[in-house]
Nanobody
Framework: QVQLVESGGGLVQPGGSLRLSCAVS????????IGWFRQAPGKEREGVSC????????VWTGSVKGRFTISRDNAKNTVYLQMNSLKPEDTAVYYC????????????????WGQGTLVTVSS
């Protein structure tokens, strides 16, 4: 059974950094693309970034370009989201999910989701 577990969220001041982790079990990172998504209070969920063996990395949300970096450690079967220069508008619950077909471009089904980790950016 495929499972994803996010961690690393918390309270951080504006301008600070956090690194989120998405630990994947029951499959390998080569089987799926892994996307990071977020949902802020009262807003729809949006895609943030994605990583795939097939087509590399993508940033889906323009507001995080240059600040967020996605990476993966195949040995640990874990995907990371390094978030720098955090802003209050980055406050959200962050989720990771598998994508199939395993690409970050075009349409895909996000079939497995983690439980989410809360990021709060506030002074």
């Amino acid at each position: 059974q495929v499972q994803l577990v996010e961690s690393g969220g918390g309270l951080v001041q504006p301008g600070g950094s956090l690194r989120l982790s998405c630990a994947v079990s029951g499959t390998t990172l080569d089987t799926y693309a892994i996307g990071w998504f977020r949902q802020a209070p009262g807003k729809e969920r949006e895609g943030v970034s994605c990583i795939s063996k097939r087509d590399g990395t993508k940033v889906w949300t323009g507001s995080v370009k240059g600040r967020f970096t996605i990476s993966r450690d195949n040995a640990k079967n874990t995907v990371y989201l390094q978030m720098n220069s955090l802003k209050p508008e980055d406050t959200a619950v962050y989720y990771c999910a598998t994508r199939n077909p395993p690409v970050c471009s075009g349409s895909a089904v996000a079939s497995y989701w983690g439980q989410g980790t809360l990021v709060t950016v506030s002074s």
